[in-house]
């Protein structure tokens, strides 16, 4: 006979399994997401970047492409507490007649007061709404040329801080776009070849077998290539992206390929048919949404490398073009051991890359190991 402690705790154990069975997929998804505190905090910083992508035009405090000789590769600009608050030194410019090289000193006599929401360029919030508001500035008589330089200036005396925040908008945007197109046809191209068959199946895995043979990054250096120098930015910001979208799909085509053989084959399949539903309802109800969680990985873990591709091709000068900015238009300025070690702030853009690849691998491990919270 058991004890009456040991019936209790039986039936506890019985409960906590009965509540554990009737939570929602999504809520342990969720719950294992969670468990992963590096993914967690991978997503936070890409949301954090995503937020500061979007509102970058407000959060520069000058045009990304507005030339300053006047300010050739001035240094990050040193934030001191003054009389008015938050405030910088005055800079004066001064040659170095032996490197030929501007280098500037700091005017400890003179504090500009940093001011918040300041009005400056004109610009679209979310591409929709006119403003000229910034959220900071200096404030300078009007015969003083100062310039509050977060992280430096470039060697037009373009305010660098202002020219990531832009090339986030790029690099972020066509990554995440390109991957999108790639998943998109990749899932339906693998689908049709795994469930049709025969032919069909016959001629994509021939076609995939053909584009794969070719080297990759050879590949998109010649397709970038082939592209127009004068065609507007918008328009080769969209045929970049085209490009990482058709070539990017083959992967994950063989893989959803393979998942679809496995769920064409079950049970619940085979009822369906017999049952008179149609192809398309297979697809949609049955092969894809078992499909989903192995694409959904997939696809998060293909984005940091569509950002790296992205700006592979830009540092080349065969994806993204002056006077436009991305990550990789930035980090042209600092290939050379000049700039690194005498200007290491331009290497800055190279930090930001490296923490939005980072943070998309590690929330993608995280999301691999939600989307099967009974593993």
Not at 117 to 144: C, K, Q, S, W
Not at 263 to 277: K, Q
Not at 290 to 316: D, Q, R, W, Y
Request: proline share 6%; hydrophobic share 50%.
């Amino acid at each position: 006979m058991a004890t009456v402690a040991e019936e209790l705790q039986r039936s506890r154990k019985t409960k906590k399994v009965e509540d554990v069975g009737s939570i929602p997929q999504w809520k342990l998804m969720v719950r294992r997401f969670r468990q992963s505190r590096l993914s967690v905090v991978a997503l936070g910083v890409l949301l954090v970047m995503y937020t500061l992508m979007i509102l970058g035009d407000f959060l520069a405090p000058y045009p990304h492409d507005t030339l300053d000789s006047n300010a050739t590769f001035t240094p990050p600009t040193q934030l001191v507490w003054g009389p008015e608050g938050l405030g910088v030194y005055g800079l004066k410019q001064e040659l170095d007649t032996e490197k030929f090289q501007w280098y500037y000193t700091t005017d400890t006599s003179v504090i500009y007061p940093l001011k918040f929401f300041v009005p400056g360029y004109e610009y679209r919030l979310f591409a929709i709404i006119p403003m000229n508001v910034h959220l900071f500035g200096i404030d300078t008589p009007g015969d003083v040329d100062q310039k509050v330089f977060l992280w430096g200036a470039d060697k037009e005396g373009r305010d660098l801080f202002s020219r990531v925040m832009k090339g986030a908008q790029v690099s972020l945007t066509l990554g995440f776009v390109g991957v999108l197109l790639s998943v998109t046809i990749g899932s339906i191209v693998g689908t049709a070849s795994g469930y049709f068959g025969g032919a069909v199946d016959n001629i994509i895995q021939r076609m995939i077998e053909l584009i794969r043979s070719f080297p990759d990054l050879p590949l998109y250096m010649a397709l970038a290539a082939a592209l127009p120098l004068n065609v507007p930015v918008l328009v080769r910001f969209f045929l970049i992206t085209i490009i990482i979208a058709l070539i990017g799909w083959t992967g994950l085509a063989r893989e959803v390929r393979g998942k679809v053989l496995a769920f064409a084959s079950a049970d619940y399949t085979n009822a369906a048919l017999a049952a008179g539903a149609s192809h398309w309802y297979i697809i949609t109800k049955h092969l894809i949404p078992n499909a989903m969680s192995h694409i959904i990985v997939v696809g998060m873990l293909a984005i940091p490398g569509a950002i790296g591709l992205e700006t592979a091709l830009s540092f080349l000068g065969l994806g993204i073009l002056p006077p436009a900015v991305s990550w990789g238009v930035l980090l042209r300025d600092a290939q050379t051991i000049q700039a690194v070690v005498s200007y290491p702030w331009l290497l800055l853009p190279v930090a930001c890359l490296i923490i939005a690849v980072l943070s998309f691998n590690l929330l993608g491990d995280g999301v691999r190991d939600a989307v099967d919270p009974y593993g």
